[in-house]
């Protein structure tokens, strides 16, 4: 009998890909339910109905499927930022939105909270993740005469290295969460802000976010 490798390639493809997504959604319903350290890959393998040794095949470690799934949560708090921020009529407002809702996020969400350590790989994602909408936002703040940034996309970057820091800091009790606003002042400074307009843009009332919906795991797909 001929073998269309072809087709024999496809199916290995589709069962590659069907096997990735359940790891990816198991992976967020348990550390979604007990966080990343009391999570382990055996009870992420069965509930995604997968080999206990294919999980390998996918991710290397409880950490690279743990980024893996934030990752997309980042994505998603993104939009879901945008939700609110689209109904702004001043663009900065919008960069520092997104910004405090960034850090409350990084500090609040133990999804977040227990990767913190991964300081460069977090940072990262954030900007890789993140930047689409951040850039934009400062872009378009620039462009608006709120922000004197020449380089967007240089200020996002080193901003997300500055809430990873802040943040773990948080967490580790390091300093207090009540610096947070005191961080977003210096974030927004950092974009060309002056300092009085800063603080006032901190200190302006946020509407709530609305509900984190049901992730798309094939998004996340390489």
Not at 118 to 140: C, H, K, W, Y
Not at 202 to 215: G, H
Request: contains cysteine; charged residues 25%; aromatic residues 6%.
């Amino acid at each position: 009998m001929r073998v269309n490798i072809k087709e024999t390639e496809g199916r290995v493809a589709r069962r590659q890909r069907r096997n990735r997504d359940a790891l990816l959604k198991a992976g967020h319903e348990v550390i979604s339910e007990k966080g990343i350290d009391a999570a382990t890959m055996l009870e992420i393998a069965e509930r995604a109905d997968v080999a206990s040794g294919t999980i390998y095949n996918y991710f290397k470690s409880k950490d690279e499927l743990a980024i893996a799934v934030l990752e997309l949560i980042m994505e998603q708090l993104a939009k879901r930022i945008e939700s609110v921020t689209n109904t702004f009529s001043d663009p900065a407002q919008v960069y520092a939105f997104g910004i405090r809702t960034v850090l409350e996020t990084a500090t609040g969400d133990i999804r977040w909270r227990q990767l913190l350590h991964r300081s460069e790989v977090i940072a990262n994602a954030t900007f890789q993740r993140m930047g689409p909408f951040a850039i934009r936002d400062l872009q378009n703040a620039t462009a608006a005469g709120r922000f004197p940034t020449p380089d967007p996309e240089l200020t996002w970057r080193m901003s997300c290295f500055a809430i990873v820091g802040v943040s773990l800091a948080m967490t580790k009790g390091e300093i207090g969460a009540s610096l947070i606003e005191e961080t977003v002042v210096r974030l927004l400074c950092m974009a060309g802000m002056s300092e009085v307009d800063s603080r006032e843009l901190a200190a302006r009332p946020r509407p709530p976010l609305p509900p984190e919906a049901t992730p798309d795991w094939s998004k996340t797909r390489r």
